[in-house]
């Protein structure tokens, strides 16, 4: 199974791309776990860590060597021109090899997928139950999830039950690679959990076609287990990678409370985010006695015809609440903000950069919005005629192109506006001084002065 080579490089144009967390594929370990359950000799070939080398090469040697009956890749949807390219190498070396593709962009445009590229089948939704009837050789075109050519009428497959899902089989992959910035990781190398699957709120930009809006979370003694065996295997900190993980957040406090009376002792960060309206103090307390530094906070946007406009559902307030609340606690923040929403004027990007700055999170991450498929925003700009390409290696949020006409903003704008939030924010003096004497105290003075230089002085264009 092969995890795409630009899952990185998607960020090199970033103003973020000195801080991009390197690690090990959840959704292959997930699928490679299902595989070992039924005996099924599987191999995950991680393209992304070899930076510097022929992927194509790699990609080749692999399979020339593996000989596998089947070639199974991953991708979102800036990267399914090279899931395709991969199943590609995969055809020419043998055509009885079947080809399978999963992930985000399979599940929004299935059907699209299946004409636009080499593959055999392509899974929609959660793909663990999937991959094991497809082994067991049991006809793809009777299984629920699959889209093949020939099948005629198409079913989604079950949600799973969240404590039935296999144990990620992480031990496939070389743990000493996934080394993050010491920005976002204490302690390398730094492993992934999937605690909850499912995201129950209507966000219009957000994409729920794999996991679903049916919110479902582990058991605290599953997790439990889970962060044991990332211990065994040598991992030092864990990051969560869940879309909700508060979204229950009594079942939040007792993974928590779990990971403390256990005594797990890791560092770890809530990295994909919060909402600002599902977070107490309590909880807080209790994640940071856990091990929690750093969590990502999900603001979006300093103007609340904004939010309205996306479904986000909170309020102003309910941000300035959580900031003070997290901050109180000795939590980081990691805040998430969006440029171009809906509607959005040159005004609304300006309140944007001033609520960060109101905020004042220990990191700040904007991105221009883009419309992925399989999302509402992605269903009104297309019936509205505002979407320009469906050339999918344009949908990159963090080097976004013209892919969209926006009603009242230029992409020249667009893209001054995501230079001028990250220089506002970071270069103010404020800032400087007290990130200064935080690194300074933190022992990370040089890797915070070495990640300025590769966001403001070595940055990439956007194009």
Not at 148 to 167: Q, S, T
Not at 210 to 236: D, M, N, P
């Amino acid at each position: 199974m092969f995890n795409p080579p630009s899952a990185l490089r998607v960020y090199s144009a970033s103003s973020v791309k000195a801080v991009v967390p390197e690690l090990a594929s959840m959704s292959l370990a997930m699928i490679a776990g299902s595989l070992l359950e039924e005996g099924t000799n599987v191999r995950i070939v991680d393209l992304m860590l070899y930076k510097s080398q022929d992927t194509e090469r790699v990609t080749q040697q692999e399979i020339a060597q593996f000989k596998p009956d089947i070639v199974g890749v991953t991708a979102t949807t800036p990267l399914f021109y090279e899931a395709n390219s991969i199943s590609d190498k995969a055809k020419s070396i043998s055509k009885n090899i079947i080809t399978i593709l999963g992930g985000p962009h399979a599940s929004s445009l299935p059907l699209d997928c299946l004409k636009e590229s080499s593959f055999d089948i392509i899974v929609e939704g959660e793909g663990e139950r999937v991959i094991k009837e497809i082994v067991s050789g049991n006809d793809p075109k009777g299984i629920k999830g699959v889209y093949c050519k020939g099948r005629i009428g198409y079913e989604k497959a079950d949600a799973i039950p969240i404590d039935e899902l296999p144990f990620p089989a992480l031990e496939l992959f070389d743990t000493k690679r996934y080394v993050c910035s010491r920005v976002i990781a204490r302690n390398n190398p730094v492993g992934p959990i999937e605690m909850s699957r499912g995201c129950p709120f209507s966000c219009s930009f957000c994409n729920k076609t794999v996991h679903g809006k049916k919110f479902r979370i582990k058991s605290a003694g599953r997790i439990i287990e889970e962060l044991s065996t990332l211990k065994r295997l040598g991992y030092r900190e864990f990051h969560v990678l869940d879309d909700q993980f508060t979204a229950d957040i009594d079942k939040a406090k007792e993974v928590c409370e779990e990971i403390i009376r256990k005594n797990i002792n890791m560092s770890w960060n809530l990295r994909t985010g919060i909402r600002v309206d599902m977070v107490d103090q309590e909880f807080l307390g209790t994640a940071k006695q856990a091990g929690c530094y750093q969590m990502g906070v999900g603001f979006e946007s300093g103007n609340q015809a904004g939010l309205d406009a996306v479904g986000k559902g909170i309020r102003l307030e309910q941000a300035i609440k959580a900031a003070e609340m997290i901050k109180r606690s000795g939590i980081e923040i990691a805040g998430f903000f969006m440029l171009g929403l809906p509607g959005e004027t040159v005004e609304a990007m300006e309140e944007t950069i001033r609520f960060a700055i109101r905020l004042n999170p220990d990191y700040a991450k904007a991105t221009i919005l883009v419309p992925f498929p399989g999302t509402r925003i992605y269903d009104e700009f297309e019936k509205k005629g505002l979407i320009k390409t469906k050339d999918w290696s344009r949908y990159n949020f963090h080097n976004a192109h013209e892919i969209y006409t926006h009603p009242n903003l230029s992409w020249e704008c667009l893209n001054h506006y995501y230079k001028l939030f990250h220089r506002r924010f970071y270069l103010r003096l404020r800032y400087l001084a007290r990130r200064f004497w935080k690194s300074l105290i933190q022992g990370r003075l040089f890797v915070d002065i070495r990640c300025g230089y590769q966001t403001f002085l070595k940055e990439s264009p956007v194009v």
